[in-house]
């Protein structure tokens, strides 16, 4: 017999199936009510959605098709797995982490507790990536030789790949399975024999797979958050690997590193994007205009009018 814990759960949550009766369990409309009330009182915004898609995924259906079937029963098993979900997602662990996927530049990509959520503001480092590209193809024939810095799930690697068919794309990150996740991704979206993971800290992933001089594109989402400043994110965010948050004391310690380093993996006349914090333009933007190697540098906005990226172009022709 399954038994609904109201203690973990909610003693407003369905207490009358507290233990389920013999027979179908609580139909799809009651679930969402009491399942968006539950999530409503540990401070969810998104309560209703949140439900509908938990609802979805247990019942392997679209999430249109659920709110139209109101009247569709559980089973016992259906309905005890949307319990253990809705638990999870009360103590805030993120939706995409529940789910095992989230959508990226209109493509599914699986997530796990060991790679950051990407975030919807990051398609602005692939917009800026592409209408790079687009400007370095009208001067030079083939493809594009991209390097991403931090690939995560694959995200950037993957959306570049598939809107760049002549694109060769090296993609790094320093953990296992962070590039076990984005291998899945990399293999479902039928790009593998198009982008090479490779493990490593930044640079070091390249030693003996790529020359000196080679790329035509750096792209880079790094940590960027203050380690001081974490403690205080969202109750989702404490549940992503805190190696993809931390930037340093002041969110910037990857992105020196980063663009004191790139001139001598980018080709003259090559560009380099870094994802940035709202706050941090004018300090990344100062980290590009303190050296000789780059100019052109420009910040640009995501759909929020956050600022997002800064990119900027190696000097030289």
């Given at each position: 017999?399954?038994?609904?814990?109201?203690?973990?759960?909610?003693?407003?949550?369905?207490?009358?199936?507290?233990?389920?009766?013999?027979?179908?369990?609580?139909?799809?409309?009651?679930?969402?009510?009491?399942?968006?009330?539950?999530?409503?009182?540990?401070?969810?915004?998104?309560?209703?959605?949140?439900?509908?898609?938990?609802?979805?995924?247990?019942?392997?259906?679209?999430?249109?098709?659920?709110v139209?079937?109101?009247?569709?029963?559980l089973?016992?098993?259906?309905?005890?797995?949307?319990?253990?979900?809705?638990?999870?997602?009360e103590?805030?662990?993120?939706?995409?982490?529940?789910?095992?996927?989230?959508?990226?530049?209109s493509?599914?990509?699986?997530?796990?507790?060991?790679?950051?959520?990407?975030?919807?503001?990051?398609?602005?480092?692939?917009?800026?990536?592409?209408?790079?590209?687009?400007?370095?193809?009208?001067?030079?024939?083939?493809?594009?030789?991209?390097?991403?810095?931090?690939?995560?799930?694959?995200?950037?690697?993957?959306?570049?790949?598939?809107?760049?068919?002549?694109?060769?794309?090296?993609?790094?990150?320093?953990?296992?399975?962070?590039?076990?996740?984005?291998?899945?991704?990399?293999?479902?979206?039928?790009?593998?024999?198009?982008?090479?993971?490779?493990?490593?800290?930044?640079?070091?992933?390249?030693?003996?797979?790529?020359?000196?001089?080679?790329a035509?594109?750096?792209?880079?989402?790094?940590?960027?958050?203050?380690?001081?400043?974490?403690e205080a994110?969202?109750?989702?965010?404490?549940?992503?690997?805190?190696?993809?948050?931390?930037?340093?004391?002041?969110?910037?310690?990857?992105?020196?590193?980063?663009?004191?380093?790139?001139?001598?993996?980018?080709?003259?006349g090559?560009?380099?994007?870094?994802?940035?914090?709202?706050?941090?333009?004018?300090?990344?933007?100062?980290?590009?205009?303190?050296?000789?190697?780059?100019?052109?540098?420009?910040?640009?906005?995501?759909?929020?009018?956050?600022d997002?990226?800064?990119?900027?172009?190696?000097?030289?022709?």
């Amino acid at each position: 017999m399954i038994t609904v814990r109201l203690s973990q759960v909610s003693e407003t949550f369905l207490g009358h199936w507290a233990p389920l009766p013999p027979g179908p369990g609580p139909s799809v409309e009651e679930c969402l009510a009491s399942g968006t009330l539950l999530l409503e009182r540990a401070g969810i915004e998104s309560a209703r959605l949140d439900a509908e898609c938990l609802l979805a995924h247990i019942l392997t259906c679209p999430r249109w098709l659920v709110v139209l079937e109101k009247r569709r029963r559980l089973t016992r098993e259906q309905f005890g797995r949307y319990l253990r979900l809705l638990q999870q997602r009360e103590r805030r662990e993120p939706l995409a982490y529940l789910l095992g996927t989230r959508e990226f530049w209109s493509l599914p990509l699986v997530v796990d507790s060991g790679v950051l959520i990407p975030r919807p503001e990051t398609e602005t480092v692939v917009e800026a990536a592409l209408a790079a590209c687009a400007e370095f193809l009208l001067r030079s024939p083939g493809g594009p030789v991209i390097i991403d810095l931090c690939t995560g799930t694959g995200a950037i690697a993957i959306a570049l790949a598939r809107e760049l068919p002549d694109a060769r794309v090296f993609a790094t990150d320093s953990s296992r399975r962070a590039l076990r996740v984005a291998r899945a991704n990399v293999e479902a979206h039928g790009v593998a024999d198009r982008i090479t993971l490779l493990r490593g800290n930044l640079w070091r992933a390249l030693d003996g797979v790529l020359s000196n001089g080679q790329a035509d594109l750096i792209v880079s989402n790094p940590p960027y958050i203050p380690s001081g400043a974490i403690e205080a994110l969202m109750p989702e965010v404490q549940w992503e690997p805190r190696r993809a948050l931390d930037g340093g004391p002041d969110g910037l310690r990857f992105h020196r590193e980063i663009i004191a380093t790139a001139p001598r993996h980018l080709r003259p006349g090559g560009f380099l994007l870094v994802e940035i914090g709202a706050d941090q333009a004018a300090a990344v933007v100062g980290l590009f205009e303190a050296g000789d190697d780059f100019e052109a540098c420009r910040v640009l906005q995501d759909l929020a009018a956050r600022d997002r990226v800064v990119v900027a172009q190696r000097r030289g022709n």
